[in-house]
T-cell receptor, first 112, second 114 residues
Framework: DAGITQSPRHKVTETGTPVTLRCHQTENHRYMYWYRQDPGHGLRLIHYSYGVKDTDKGEVSDGYSVSRSKTEDFLLTLESATSSQTSVYFC???????????FGNGTRLTVT | QQPVQSPQAVILREGEDAVINCSSSKALYSVHWYRQKHGEAPVFLMILLKGGEQMRHEKISASFNEKKQQSSLYLTASQLSYSGTYFCGTEYQIDGGSQGNLIFGKGTKLSVKP
């Protein structure tokens, strides 16, 4: 692995509750990304970060927020989880915008 | 806007060849290819840059046609280990450079049978 850990690996939560997913890297890479993966949709970018406290929206950012207070940690928060946010969430890291992405093992989130 | 991958799925016998295409309606700066096995994370295979050469990873190669805004992944003499879902990720071109983020296609599921 490229030194990237996601937690938790699995989570079941109820509609309306807040949820935070964590991505931790030990590679000191500048860029960190959150993608969601759903059948028939592939990987879709939610938010990304290009440095501490520097974040921006991706294709499907509604209902999600992110924070990056340290280089190594990138948090994804669902303010009020909905069933449509049931998905597998992948974090990815990269030293820049051109090089390859290295993905974490994913978090499977189920919202009931 | 997601790039379009074709075919959506393909079944091969060991030793057969396959081609997976990735097409964009927007000008491309680069194309990445990833493979994902069931229950695992996507794994990087190769990057093709605008104006760059054809790339290779083991017996898998890829090309980038700038005129057609299309990349093709060639799997030669397929092995059982090639099974998985292949994703292309595209960086779009803005003002001669990259817009910065990868936008992935929906994937092509490849099954290699003995």
């Amino acid at each position: 692995d490229a030194g990237i850990t996601q937690s938790p690996r699995h989570k079941v939560t109820e509609t309306g509750t807040p949820v935070t997913l964590r991505c931790h890297q030990t590679e000191n890479h500048r860029y960190m990304y959150w993608y969601r993966q759903d059948p028939g949709h592939g990987l879709r970018l939610i938010h990304y970060s290009y440095g501490v406290k520097d974040t921006d929206k991706g294709e499907v950012s509604d209902g999600y927020s992110v924070s990056r207070s340290k280089t190594e940690d990138f948090l994804l928060t669902l303010e009020s989880a909905t069933s449509s946010q049931t998905s597998v969430y992948f974090c990815a890291i990269s030293p820049g915008t051109g090089p390859a992405l290295h993905f974490g093992n994913g978090t499977r989130l189920t919202v009931t | 806007q997601q790039p379009v991958q074709s075919p959506q799925a393909v079944i091969l016998r060991e030793g057969e060849d396959a081609v997976i295409n990735c097409s964009s309606s927007k000008a491309l700066y680069s194309v990445h290819w990833y493979r994902q096995k069931h229950g695992e994370a996507p794994v990087f295979l190769m990057i093709l840059l605008k104006g760059g050469e054809q790339m290779r990873h083991e017996k898998i190669s890829a090309s980038f046609n700038e005129k057609k805004q299309q990349s093709s992944l060639y799997l030669t003499a397929s092995q059982l280990s090639y099974s998985g879902t292949y994703f292309c990720g595209t960086e779009y071109q803005i003002d001669g450079g990259s817009q910065g983020n990868l936008i992935f296609g929906k994937g092509t599921k490849l099954s290699v049978k003995p």
